[in-house]
């Protein structure tokens, strides 16, 4: 057990459907992250919320729209998607690096959840 | 855009043998190295990371790695593998506030 849970662990759903990802950080952490993983191709990160803030979102489309409602939660909520967007789902949550300074960095990993599988048809 | 390479996708080994998976990076500054594992239908875990001191860090399961600085480098070792180390490995780098992974190198351990 990692701390961080992420529900559904599979998700299958249509071009047109809606649905939401749901990530849970039980580790007192103030940073959680949205990350991309296909085959083949490096971790992509989609969202980092610091403090409940959005502080990153590296071109993500707007299919993909994220929601940190305190610092335990993140949702990630998906509508309109293509197949491509087909891939494992992971959420991460740490101490933010940004806020610390580097006497403190030592303590920074992130944890991750087990992923939602994710598959649009 | 910094950028971290893992030269080997996918690694095949006899049980007992040794290994090691390389990873270079592209950012000139101070960073922080971390290698994770992904067991089959698990999640992603840390084995271990660098921030400064001593160059050659000792992680979980054995596992080792060496920061070669002049070489952009930070290389997964193991004297002797097992087959329960079959995963998936990735390399990361903590640049500032960002991090980023390299594409993951595939160990596959015959017994």
């Known amino acids: 057990e990692t701390g961080v849970t992420q529900t559904p662990r599979h998700l299958v759903m249509g071009m047109t459907n809606k649905k939401s990802l749901k990530c849970e950080q039980h580790?007192?952490?103030?940073?959680m992250y949205w990350y991309k993983q296909s085959a083949k191709k490096p971790l992509e990160l989609m969202f980092v919320?610091?403090?409940?803030?959005?502080?990153e979102n590296n071109s993500v489309p707007s299919r993909f729209s994220p929601e940190c409602p305190n610092s335990s939660h993140l949702f990630l909520h998906l509508h309109t998607l293509q197949p491509e967007d087909s891939a494992l789902y992971l959420c991460?949550?740490?101490?933010?690096?940004?806020?610390?300074?580097?006497?403190?960095?030592?303590?920074?990993?992130?944890?991750f959840g087990p992923g939602t599988r994710l598959t649009v048809t | 855009a910094q950028s971290v390479s893992q030269h080997n996708h996918h690694v095949i080994l006899s049980e007992a043998a040794s290994l090691e998976l390389g990873c270079n990076y592209s950012?000139?500054?101070?960073?922080?190295l971390f290698w994770y594992v992904q067991y089959p239908g698990q999640h992603l875990q840390l084995l271990l990371k660098?921030?400064?001191?001593?160059?050659l860090v000792k992680g979980i399961k054995g596992f080792e790695a060496e920061f070669i600085k002049s070489k952009f480098s930070f290389n997964l070792r193991k004297p002797s593998v097992q087959w329960s180390d079959t995963a998936e490995y990735f390399c990361?780098?903590?640049?500032?506030?960002?991090?980023?992974f390299g594409t993951g190198t595939s160990l596959t351990v015959i017994p």
């Open positions: 919320y610091s403090l409940e803030e959005r502080v």
């Open positions: 991460a949550s740490s101490q933010d690096p940004g806020f610390s300074g580097q006497a403190t960095r030592s303590s920074y990993e992130q944890y």
């Open positions: 990361a780098v903590l640049t500032g506030n960002q991090f980023y």
């Open positions: 580790l007192g952490h103030n940073a």
């Open positions: 950012y000139g500054g101070t960073v922080n």
């Open positions: 660098y921030f400064s001191g001593d160059p």
